[in-house]
């Protein structure tokens, strides 16, 4: 595995990154996965949910379980998870969506975090979601802090819940930092995630269990 050649297709992804305001949103988008292993594979499940905005009704939702055969590293999830992720989504998206991505946008060391991958691969308007800081550096101490990635503003920390640790938001792609965190305050209902993420890792979990569940009994006791 050429890491090295893998950083220079991301380099060349992140050099196609647009920054515009969000013109008309209508609909939003969230897409998260979960995994699990049968002795030596391992197997991804992708869900995506589609609601309308700004009410987050449900209004689709699509899922799939394949083996993945790329190992986990840090900053190169893109290309362990991004398959299945647009595979999902590109079955339910309408016009005028904004997806969240459970992972990470422009707050990436090569600026092409899997958010950005498909806002770029879609050429839809991506926000990237994370639950730690994976790259960057935060400005301010309130419950709403810009995220700078090598000086350049990328999106903003955001405490979501007065007893939970905050959020990383950052930009994927045909979005602003300033568009990025309305569209995600105007998904919060209570929970440390916005809507799309949080019924998407839901679903994942869900699509997951009930796999294992019908799984073959032969297979049960190979589960990791």
Do not use: W
């Not at 380099?11 to 920054?19: C, G, L, T, Y």
């Not at 790259?135 to 090598?150: I, P, R, S, T, Y």
């Not at 998904?187 to 839901?202: F, H, M, N, S, T």
């Not at 073959?216 to 589960?223: E, M, N, R, S």
């Amino acid at each position: 595995m050429n890491l090295k050649e893998l950083e220079r297709i991301q380099k060349k992804i992140a050099e196609k990154v647009k920054i515009e305001r969000l013109k008309r949103v209508d609909y939003v988008a969230g897409v998260d996965q979960a995994f699990f292993r049968i002795d030596e594979r391992e197997y991804i499940v992708s869900s995506a949910v589609l609601m309308n905005f700004p009410d987050l009704e449900l209004l689709a939702s699509s899922s799939t379980v394949e083996e993945v055969k790329f190992p986990y590293i840090p900053t190169f999830l893109m290309f362990r998870e991004s398959k299945p992720a647009l595979k999902v989504l590109r079955g339910i998206l309408r016009k005028n969506s904004v997806v969240m991505v459970d992972g990470s946008g422009l707050a990436h060391p090569r600026k092409c975090g899997i958010a950005t991958y498909i806002g770029v691969k879609l050429e839809t308007p991506t926000i990237g979601i994370t639950k730690k800081r994976l790259f960057g550096e935060v400005h301010g101490e309130g419950k709403v802090n810009k995220l700078f990635a090598d000086g350049r503003h990328v999106g903003y920390q955001l405490k979501t819940c007065r007893r939970c640790n905050p959020i990383y938001i950052s930009v994927g792609n045909l979005i602003t930092p300033e568009d990025a965190l309305n569209v995600v305050m105007k998904c919060l209902k209570g929970y440390k995630l916005p809507e799309p993420v949080r019924i998407a890792d839901r679903l994942s979990k869900e699509k997951k269990s009930e796999y294992l569940s019908n799984l073959d009994p032969a297979l049960q006791g190979h589960l990791r």
